[in-house]
């Protein structure tokens, strides 16, 4: 299927929705018969409702986790160095997906908290960026987008929280935030 150049798309900001609106593409695309992956740098080690979701979408998507969870919170029982070299593992496999023949869409979830968090370097995900084949999409999600990789993309959208839940003291929803 003939889609014309790859975009580079860029999903950042303190609102929820980075992740979500990651997976409406890998939704959307599946629709044409599209194929691609996503990668999870950050996210690992409990459960959520993608991880299901994602054998209904193959083989057209699959979802590759490697990251530890996230890194700093309450029940993170994890050093740096594991939460890094989960990290320098995810960056290995986004450099080998972004080059298949295979993939439309490429989806590197929480790339840009993982280089935020100095998990990887910024200059790895403009590596992958010049890595990846020109018909490719390639969706990055996740806070604090360095300003080198906004200025590299195509679309850049920026969830600004008015409020959420967890605020009121409502803690995270099945099905809706995991
Ligand atoms: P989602 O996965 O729901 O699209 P996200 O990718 O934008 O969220 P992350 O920073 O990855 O946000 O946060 C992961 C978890 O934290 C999710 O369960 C999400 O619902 C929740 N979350 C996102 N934004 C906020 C916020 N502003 N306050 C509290 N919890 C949030
Ligand atoms: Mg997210």
């Not at 989960?86 to 295979?102: D, F, G, M, S």
């Not at 906004?150 to 850049?156: E, G, K, R």
Request: proline share 1%; net charge positive; hydrophobic share 40%.
């Amino acid at each position: 299927m003939k889609r014309g150049d790859g975009l580079i798309i860029v999903n950042t900001g303190g609102g929820k929705g980075k992740t979500t609106a990651a997976l409406g593409i890998a939704l959307r695309a599946c629709g044409y018969g599209l194929h691609g992956v996503m990668i999870q740098f950050i996210k690992g080690s409990w459960f959520y409702g993608e991880k299901k979701s994602f054998k209904r979408l193959y083989p057209n998507f699959k979802l590759i986790t490697l990251g530890k969870g996230f890194v700093g919170i309450i029940d993170d029982k994890l050093t740096f160095s594991e939460h890094k070299k989960a990290a320098q593992e995810a960056l290995e496999i986004a450099k080998k997906e972004v080059q298949k023949e295979e993939n439309d869409i490429v989806i590197l979830d929480e790339i840009n908290y993982a280089a935020k968090g100095k998990l990887i370097k910024v200059s790895d995900i403009i590596d992958i960026i010049k890595l990846k084949r020109k018909e490719m999409d390639l969706v990055l999600t996740g806070n604090y987008a360095n300003k080198k990789i906004i200025d590299l993309a195509d679309t850049v959208t920026e969830m600004k929280e008015i409020k959420h839940a967890f605020s009121k003291g409502k803690l995270a929803k099945i099905g809706i935030d995991f």
